[in-house]
């Protein structure tokens, strides 16, 4: 989870293991984007799916997914 201004590079970036998450967490499969006119907007997003609350309504997007996928 994280912000960008450039989602296809940062992909990129993820895939080369060019970033510390990418080196720590692996493989990832991109679930969700938004898209915010500021930087203070999307990090106040980002701290709030970094919460329990915003967690567990990522965790029930996951499951919604794999389900779609019929994993």
């Known amino acids: 989870m ?3 201004n450039n989602l296809p590079r940062r992909l990129k970036e993820h895939h080369l ?6 080196q720590i967490l692996g493989d990832f499969s ?8 500021d930087h203070t907007s999307a ?7 970094k ?15 794999q ?3 019929g994993g």
């Open 2 to 4: 994280g912000i960008t």
């Open 17 to 22: 293991k060019l970033t510390k998450g990418s």
């Open 30 to 37: 991109l679930l969700h984007t938004e898209v915010f006119s």
């Open 43 to 49: 990090r106040d997003r980002e701290r709030f799916l």
């Open 51 to 65: 919460s329990g609350q915003g967690r567990k309504w990522l965790d029930e997007l996951e499951v919604k997914s």
């Open 67 to 69: 389900s779609a996928k």
